[in-house]
């Protein structure tokens, strides 16, 4: 289903469809890929061109879609999208410094989790300053609010390396994000990832939430509240129930909508 073919103010039916649906084709990966994008811009986490996010393609050839580099998150089309290997090579023909253009240095990160985890088919890397400033602080995200909490005892740190394009360390990212979904990259950003794309992006979406509260609550110098170890964990628990992958559909189209 194409979204542009949705009349605006038509009933929501077919956009829950499309979000629950499973993206079963490549043209339908693009579509939601793209959309991911403009969301990611919509929430403000972007940083112009940089960053990635990578959307596996279905089938067995372990091909992914990536942002063309140079184009804003905020203007992404499915075709602006481009089908690349395990290495960040384009897959299809095209120009390299126009179609076909994308940073293989910042696939680097992607690929290791996607050659190393695939339950998982989308990954987000962001530059927020409250991601950044979180990854700055020794004792990472901290258990101080419910959003974090999603998080507890659930989330990877990877220590700073510089700009991720040795290909070795991509063996040190993956140990490090562990069994996790999400992961901190010190004193650099936050990464999530979903094994569909609604959950990649409710799992940035409360990161980077978690985040944001952890630097308003630091910054007023009191002294800061922390639920027991038992509460914590509970909480946590709570959000991998049953129903947790129809909250994420649910919220995927309710997003569209802003679209």
Not at 215 to 223: L, P, Q, R
């Given at each position: 289903?194409?979204?542009?073919?949705?009349?605006?103010?038509?009933?929501?039916?077919?956009?829950?469809?499309?979000?629950?649906?499973?993206?079963?084709?490549?043209?339908?990966?693009?579509?939601?890929?793209?959309?991911?994008?403009?969301?990611?811009?919509?929430?403000?986490?972007?940083?112009?061109?940089?960053?990635?996010?990578?959307?596996?393609?279905?089938?067995?050839?372990?091909?992914?879609?990536?942002?063309?580099?140079?184009?804003?998150?905020?203007?992404?089309?499915?075709?602006?999208?481009?089908?690349?290997?395990?290495?960040?090579?384009?897959?299809?023909?095209?120009?390299?410094?126009?179609?076909?253009?994308?940073?293989?240095?910042?696939?680097?990160?992607?690929?290791?989790?996607?050659m190393a985890?695939?339950?998982?088919?989308?990954?987000?890397?962001?530059?927020?300053?409250?991601?950044?400033?979180?990854?700055?602080?020794?004792?990472?995200?901290?258990?101080?609010?419910?959003?974090?909490?999603?998080?507890?005892?659930?989330?990877?740190?990877?220590?700073?390396?510089?700009?991720?394009?040795?290909?070795?360390?991509?063996?040190?990212?993956?140990?490090?994000?562990?069994?996790?979904k999400a992961?901190?990259?010190?004193?650099?950003?936050?990464?999530?990832?979903?094994?569909?794309?609604?959950?990649?992006?409710?799992?940035?979406?409360?990161?980077?939430?978690?985040?944001?509260?952890?630097?308003?609550?630091?910054?007023?110098?009191?002294?800061?509240?922390?639920?027991?170890?038992?509460?914590?964990?509970?909480?946590?628990?709570?959000?991998?129930?049953?129903?947790?992958?129809?909250?994420?559909?649910?919220?995927?189209a309710a997003?569209?909508?802003?679209?």
């Amino acid at each position: 289903m194409n979204l542009a073919d949705i009349p605006l103010q038509s009933t929501t039916d077919a956009v829950q469809a499309a979000a629950a649906a499973p993206a079963s084709t490549e043209a339908q990966v693009r579509e939601d890929l793209a959309a991911l994008y403009r969301l990611v811009a919509h929430f403000k986490m972007t940083d112009l061109i940089d960053t990635h996010i990578s959307a596996r393609v279905p089938g067995p050839e372990n091909h992914f879609l990536i942002n063309r580099y140079g184009v804003l998150f905020h203007e992404m089309r499915p075709q602006d999208l481009v089908k690349i290997d395990i290495d960040g090579r384009p897959v299809d023909p095209g120009d390299p410094e126009t179609t076909n253009r994308v940073n293989a240095a910042g696939f680097t990160i992607h690929s290791a989790v996607h050659m190393a985890r695939h339950d998982l088919a989308c990954v987000i890397h962001t530059h927020t300053a409250d991601g950044i400033a979180v990854a700055c602080r020794a004792k990472g995200l901290l258990p101080i609010t419910q959003h974090a909490l999603r998080f507890y005892d659930r989330l990877g740190y990877h220590d700073y390396e510089g700009i991720a394009v040795d290909l070795q360390e991509r063996e040190r990212l993956v140990a490090d994000l562990g069994p996790h979904k999400a992961m901190i990259l010190r004193n650099h950003g936050l990464l999530a990832a979903g094994t569909t794309i609604p959950e990649a992006f409710v799992n940035i979406y409360f990161l980077e939430r978690a985040c944001q509260a952890q630097v308003k609550a630091t910054s007023g110098g009191d002294e800061l509240v922390y639920p027991s170890a038992e509460v914590c964990e509970r909480t946590a628990r709570q959000f991998e129930r049953p129903t947790a992958m129809a909250y994420c559909n649910r919220v995927w189209a309710a997003a569209l909508r802003l679209l």
